[in-house]
């Protein structure tokens, strides 16, 4: 490697181009993603998903899809055990696993357009898509909503019966989109806009914003009789992917193997799990290898970008150019997780207040006009 000089020193690294231990089998087409990984006898997985961005599920009918030659396996639902409602530390974040269940496959509810609501495998990629179409799925559709201040309202369409807002005081009766509020005070609000020469005040809004990674999502897994199971996924975090699918199949994480393949792009997009624990519980079921890949427009419908947000903020200054004084609150909906958060506050003499709320299942499709 090159040598350069720096302020008078030699330098090996900086300023120089080091060698990237990838880019050869990159260039030479080597590198092998998500979806180039196959195995012999190995089904085609696709997925059913919700028109609706809210509907109940009341029924859903497998049975011509089954009986349809070439398919070897339909999951919905019932194949899934229902999880506790319990935060547990999952890699950078906190998982609860209830939500994680219902994200993977819907529930009691679909929850967007595009929520998955059941799965096939098949010998082809067309018998596969077939089979969707004989899947029967009654739904009642709900009314929903599109922006974070609506879903607040009392008179909101109610995503969860069972989501009582925490950190209220007294406790409330009347489920509600509201998850969650904390505060954090310091010092008097009022008192530090009534010493302010200048108060200020905007309101912006942000539209969701999907990562936009080049590869869509692929899975190829392989479960045989002794419940070893293989997965070959394209992954930020293997080990993440591993624990969460043991999780919600009920597996022995000891016989868990993840294999990432290289990625073509995740900026956080490819830290959750989607196609995995389908593939695996279709192969489970088939006792055949099951390989499912995303289509551009499943990643954008079934995948999650960061949260649109309505923020307002208000600034108060003085004339030397010293704030005094700030309430900035805002408002985001993820697409399974949405959140409202008001900070306000001031430099010494004002209060510092912050408000999340955590939790209504809102879809960023839905909040893009779906």
């Known amino acids: 490697m090159a040598e350069t000089m720096t302020n008078g020193s030699s330098q090996t690294y900086v300023g120089t181009r080091t060698i990237r231990p990838d880019g050869a089998d990159k260039v030479t087409g080597r590198a092998r993603f998500g979806a180039d990984f196959n195995l012999p006898g190995q089904l085609i997985g696709r997925v059913l998903r919700s028109p609706h961005p809210h509907a109940r599920i009341v029924s859903i009918d497998t049975s011509k899809a089954e009986a349809l030659p070439g398919v070897k396996a339909v999951i919905t639902r019932a194949d899934f055990a229902d999880q506790s409602s319990e935060f547990i530390p999952a890699g950078e974040m906190m998982m609860n696993y209830k939500d994680v269940v219902r ?66 005081e007294p406790k409330p009766e009347k489920a509600s989109n509201i998850a969650k509020r904390v505060e954090i005070k310091q010092g008097d609000l009022e008192a530090g806009f009534k010493k302010a020469d200048l108060v200020i005040e905007r309101e912006f809004k942000t539209a969701p914003v999907h990562q936009g990674y080049i590869e869509p999502h692929a899975a190829l897994a392989s479960v045989s009789e002794d419940g070893s199971t293989e997965l070959w996924c394209t992954t930020q975090g293997h080990f993440i992917v591993r624990a969460h699918c043991a999780r919600l199949l009920g597996l022995d994480i000891g016989k868990v193997r993840v294999t990432a393949s290289e990625i073509g792009g995740g900026f956080g997009g490819k830290t959750v799990v989607y196609l995995e624990p389908l593939a695996i519980a279709l192969s489970k079921k088939a006792k055949r290898p099951v390989k499912m890949v995303m289509s551009r427009e499943e990643v954008f419908k079934a995948s999650g970008p960061t949260s649109g947000a309505t923020v307002r903020v208000k600034l108060g200054a003085t004339k030397d150019g010293k704030f005094v004084a700030a309430f900035p609150e805002g408002g985001g909906v993820p697409r399974a997780r949405g959140a409202d958060l008001r900070v306000r506050g001031g430099e010494r003499g004002g209060r510092d207040r912050q408000e999340a709320r955590d939790r209504p299942h809102r879809p960023a499709h839905a909040e893009r006009g779906a």
């Open 103 to 168: 994200n993977v496959m819907a529930r009691e509810k679909a929850l967007y357009e595009g929520h998955a609501v059941a799965a096939v495998a098949a010998t082809s990629a067309a018998i596969a898509r077939r089979a969707l179409k004989l899947i029967e799925v009654k739904y009642e559709v709900l009314p929903h909503v599109i922006d974070v201040v609506e879903a607040m309202q009392p008179n909101a369409p109610l995503l969860h019966d069972d989501l009582f807002t925490v950190g209220v």
